[in-house]
């Protein structure tokens, strides 16, 4: 990874507390890729050789339940360590991840995890934040699933999505990468069915907007009422 400037990944959270020799040498020990939206990265259950830094894109994540339905648990943005398993204390993964848009990222052997978290303090510290991070949002979740209405659900689905990576556009704020309404359903908890028709109702009252795989929310402030916030 010769070609990667050091002083472009310094501001991520996994290195923002390291020197630039060290950013290098956790660089010389990465490889690169490039997925295909719809590509799975790793499969749930698979060894957990490697672990990731997304570049650009963003990466689902998802649940098989023991009733084989699929289960949207995250979306990873650009800018974030993903399938560290090691830092769960697991040498399988958790779950799958699959590339929601066209994504480029580093990887590196599970093996040098150990490594990496003795040597550099601050790539350690960083990392387990955003474990901690994400825990607390898969509560936030299980907590929405049993106390809020579908409606509330998806609304809150949506603005995390536009928190993570909303872009500005004419007319609102886009989410930026393809999503689907049975995506959106897969991250609710709730039927295509449910979230067709609150989309399509939301889009006669001006809050969003949606076609080819885009969804716009054109009134966040709206959404936010309707989440409960």
């Known amino acids: 990874m010769q070609s990667l400037d050091e002083s ?118 960083e990392t387990y934040k955003t474990v901690g991070t994400r825990l607390q949002e898969m509560h936030s979740r299980i907590v929405e699933m049993s106390t809020q209405h579908v409606e509330q659900r998806i609304a809150r689905a949506l603005l995390r999505l536009v928190n993570q990576s909303g872009k500005r556009v004419g007319d609102g704020i886009e989410i930026d990468f393809p999503i689907t309404r049975q995506d959106v359903s897969e991250m609710s908890g709730t039927t295509l069915h449910t979230v067709s028709r609150l989309l399509s109702a939301w889009e006669k009252n001006g809050l969003v907007s949606s076609k080819r795989k885009k969804i716009v929310v054109t009134d966040p402030h709206r959404l936010v009422v309707l989440g409960g916030a």
């Open 8 to 125: 472009l990944l310094a501001p991520l959270p996994p290195f923002s507390q390291l020197e630039r020799t060290q950013i290098r040498e956790i660089l010389d020990q990465a490889s690169s890729k490039r997925l295909d939206a719809g590509v799975a990265v790793f499969e749930e259950g698979a060894s957990a050789e490697r672990f990731f830094l997304l570049l650009d894109g963003t990466v689902r994540v998802i649940k098989i339940t023991p009733e084989g339905d699929q289960v949207t648990s995250l979306h990873i943005p650009a800018g974030q360590l993903f399938g560290i398993a090691p830092a769960l204390g697991r040498d399988t993964y958790p779950a799958t991840a699959i590339a929601a848009s066209e994504v480029l990222f580093l990887s590196w052997p599970a093996s040098v995890w150990g490594k990496f978290v003795a040597d550099y303090p601050g790539f350690a510290s």
